[in-house]
T-cell receptor, first 110, second 114 residues
């Protein structure tokens, strides 16, 4: 089945720093999604990408759909303490199933 | 708005016991899903439903059963719990016509099987 590999597994950064994380796949995806999970909560959709090469922003977050359609990147600018959480990439496996990466755990030190 | 609500939030079971997790959504969504989340493995789909009265298997269905008797509810059952089913379970829903990935998740149910 399709595998999604996220890196890094965890990040410890200082408030105000920029963050970059990525996700790679063993096969092509037609859609890439990025979710954030706050501690003790369910994941929440941040950004959805539908076209190879697409660059989409949501506030301080920017995500890109890789040209090869096998990768995606998420950047967070000027991090703040509430950015803490686990960030998951995901892609549709079929019409009703998603494959999720293992997540990047972000810690922001004030 | 309640969105997706899961009950119970926490449960401890002994091996061999049975239990049911309830998911309720008030958004009139057609599609509902049960995922499990384990450390270092992301979320994996257990079962899903594309409408009232329908269910289908996901990636890791063994040891679980589901029912969707009402559109707003999706139940996940464990007939004979095993320690390998210790996990955090998430229910999600999606409206018809939305992208596959536009899921709304509940807050999760943490299950420990001793």
């Amino acid at each position: 089945g399709q595998q999604l590999n996220q890196s890094p597994q965890s990040m410890f950064i200082q408030e105000g720093e920029d963050v970059s994380m990525n996700c790679t796949s063993s096969s092509i995806f037609n859609t890439w999604l990025w979710y954030k999970q706050d501690p003790g909560e369910g994941p929440v959709l941040l950004i959805a990408l539908y076209k190879a090469g697409e660059l989409t922003s949501n506030g301080r977050l920017t995500a890109q759909f890789g040209i090869t359609r096998k990768d995606s990147f998420l950047n967070i600018s000027a991090s703040i303490p509430s950015d803490v959480g686990i960030y998951f990439c995901a892609g549709p496996y079929n019409n009703n199933d998603m494959r999720f990466g293992a997540g990047t755990r972000l810690t922001v030190k004030p | 708005n309640a969105g997706v609500t899961q009950t119970p939030k926490f449960r401890v079971l002994k091996t061999g016991q049975s239990m049911t997790l309830l998911c309720a959504q008030d958004m009139n969504h057609e599609y509902m899903y049960w995922y499990r989340q384990d450390p270092g493995m992301g979320l994996r789909l257990i079962h899903y439903s594309v409408g009232e009265g329908t269910t289908a298997k996901g990636e890791v269905p063994d040891g679980y059963n589901v029912s969707r008797l009402k559109k707003q509810n999706f139940l996940l059952g464990l007939e004979s719990a095993a320690p390998s089913q210790t996990s955090v379970y998430f229910c999600a829903s999606r409206r018809q016509g939305a992208s596959t990935g536009e899921l709304f998740f509940g807050e999760g149910s943490r299950l420990t099987v001793l």
